[in-house]
């Protein structure tokens, strides 16, 4: 099986928001959707549901979480109890719910910048205030957790930290070791960390996934995971995901939410998402080879063509963190870009004050049109 971008006449005809937010004209690298078709076993799954008119209300039915966990199991080694998970509408929901659950109003929930930019947003929603602890970053050893930051911002009365792991925009994949220091330091301040993981499937082979909750006692009774099949399948639109938490502690919280929470799952989300972990791998596989191959086509455009822009190789997922100081174009290159290029592309400066000067870049499309946009980049120059 060969992944494969549909063609731009086919992807005109979608009607999500990268294919609904700019004229025609425009080439849309931004928002976290890929260009690849549904990968078969979902499509089948959905449209036997359709079929069958199995169109109604969730109702018991644990096989997504079944099948999740059979998917954790074979990836990356990690047991989940499928007793100890619950679903609903998406990972934005996991999150403010957790933090929900963690604090009381007013209470520091950590991030580390630059970072997803609704994290931004779904703390104030929880009730909590945000407290930033830039990531570390050198030349010789990349991005890195500020370890000395995230205690002392624990010791000053932080309540929660909000994990990105894999790390969005970077595809940084933290190491075993920084979380497990992490869940060190959260049980010796009584703290929460919610993991945003839905990346995670995403991880390419030149790097290892490792679940928060694998790591530590510690991060089993201090942490609550979020996880999704909407990045790595394209099923955002679907509407399901993961609370997953392993020690009785966090999953007495998880069963104290209120039934509403559960019953917001979509239907069809969730017959998507047992489809997706249970008979999508090989699909998964061919779609990370596409992207792999992307990544270092990317590289290697930006070296010919656009060799003042920074560019780190992410090891997750299918976004860049593309530095464009080099090229002076202010703070926000991309609005430059879209103006004169006719190409999407994130604000760095939307993940941060770190980010000013940088863009995010989605190419999880064909190799034409990424060559195609930055060639177009190129001859602003």
């Not at 301040?189 to 082979?205: I, M, N």
């Not at 699909?283 to 290697?300: E, F, K, M, P």
Request: hydrophobic residues 45%; contains cysteine.
């Amino acid at each position: 099986m060969t992944v494969e971008a549909s063609p731009l006449s086919q992807l005109r005809m979608r009607t999500s928001e990268k294919w609904r937010a700019y004229p025609d004209d425009v080439l849309p690298l931004f928002v976290a959707e890929m260009d690849y078709p549904l990968a078969e076993p979902i499509a089948d799954a959905l449209h036997a549901a359709v079929a069958r008119s199995d169109t109604g209300y969730i109702g018991p039915d644990e096989r997504a979480k079944r099948a999740f966990a059979g998917f954790a199991a074979s990836s990356w080694g990690w047991t989940v109890e499928p007793e100890r998970t619950l679903t609903t509408a998406d990972v934005s929901v996991v999150i403010v719910e957790s933090l929900r659950l963690a604090i009381e109003p007013g209470d520091r929930v950590i991030i580390t910048p630059p970072v997803y930019p609704p994290f931004y947003e779904f703390i104030p929603e929880a009730g909590g205030v945000v407290e930033e602890v830039p990531l570390l970053s050198s030349e010789t050893d990349g991005w890195s957790l500020d370890l000395d930051g995230i205690e002392r911002a624990f010791a000053g009365g932080a309540r929660a930290f909000l994990l990105c792991n894999p790390h969005n925009p970077l595809g940084l994949v933290h190491s075993a070791e920084q979380l497990a220091a992490v869940a060190t330091l959260a049980a010796r301040y009584d703290a929460t960390v919610v993991s945003d993981e839905v990346h995670a499937p995403l991880t390419h082979t030149d790097a290892t996934f490792t679940p928060f909750l694998s790591v530590s006692a510690d991060a089993r009774r201090h942490g609550i995971a979020a996880h999704a099949a909407s990045k790595a399948w394209n099923l955002a639109g679907l509407k399901c995901a993961l609370f997953v938490t392993a020690d009785d502690r966090m999953t007495d919280r998880i069963r104290s939410l209120p039934v509403e929470v559960e019953v917001r799952t979509s239907h069809f989300g969730r017959i998507a998402t047992e489809a997706a972990y249970r008979d999508g791998r090989d699909w998964l596989v061919d779609a990370l080879a596409a992207i792999q191959a992307n990544r270092t086509l990317l590289g290697s455009l930006l070296a010919d063509q656009l060799p003042d822009v920074r560019y780190r190789e992410p090891h997750a997922s299918y976004l860049s963190w593309l530095d464009l100081r080099g090229l002076g174009w202010g703070d926000d290159p991309s609005a430059r870009i879209l103006s004169e290029a006719k190409v999407a592309l994130n604000p760095g400066t939307d993940f941060g004050a770190q980010g000013a000067g940088f863009v995010r870049l989605n190419f999880a499309c064909s190799a034409e049109v990424l060559t195609e946009a930055i060639a177009r980049i190129h001859r602003m120059r």
